[in-house]
C-alpha cells in the first residue's frame, strides 16, 4: 500500500527558512506528478509548487523565487525549500502523488496524500 511520509515543518519567524520533505513508502510502478499543495485556514487547498508529467516544474506565483522544488527519483522523494517565508505563507502543507501503483494495470493512476505538515510563520 502507498503513503505519503511528511517531515519538516514547525514554526519559523517571517525571512526564515524551512524545508518540507516527503517519502513514498510501500511499492509504486510509476509516478506521474509530484508536489505540494497547502491549506489556510477559511481557505480552499491550493498548488504550492509540482513537478508536472513531463518533468517540468510549476510553481504558484505567491512562491516563485522564494520555494524550491526538488526530488529525488531513486528514492522517490520530493523536498520543498522555503526560504524568505512570510506571515502568508502559513497553512498545513500537503505532498501530493500521483502515480501508478502495479505494472499490470498501467493506466489504473491513483491520487495520493501526505497527512499534512503545519507551517506557521510568526514573530
Known amino acids: 500500500q502507498v503513503q505519503l511520509v511528511e517531515s519538516g515543518g514547525g514554526l519559523v519567524q517571517p525571512g526564515g527558512s524551512l524545508r518540507l520533505s516527503c517519502a513514498v513508502s510501500?511499492?509504486?510502478?510509476?509516478?506521474?506528478?509530484m508536489g505540494w499543495y497547502r491549506q489556510a485556514p477559511g481557505k480552499q487547498r491550493e498548488l504550492v509548487a509540482a513537478?508536472?508529467?513531463?518533468?517540468?516544474?510549476k510553481y504558484s506565483d505567491s512562491v516563485k523565487g522564494r520555494f524550491t522544488i526538488s526530488r529525488d527519483n531513486a528514492k522517490n522523494t520530493v523536498s520543498l525549500q522555503m526560504n524568505s517565508l512570510k506571515p502568508e505563507d502559513t497553512a498545513v502543507y500537503y505532498c501530493?502523488?500521483?502515480?501508478?501503483?502495479?505494472?499490470?494495470?498501467?493506466?489504473?493512476?491513483?491520487?495520493?496524500w501526505g497527512q499534512g505538515t503545519q507551517v506557521t510563520v510568526s514573530s
Open positions: 513537478f508536472t508529467r513531463s518533468s517540468s516544474i
Open positions: 510501500g511499492s509504486i510502478f510509476s509516478i506521474k506528478t
Open positions: 501530493n502523488v500521483v502515480g501508478v501503483p502495479d505494472y499490470r494495470f498501467p493506466f489504473n493512476e491513483y491520487i495520493y
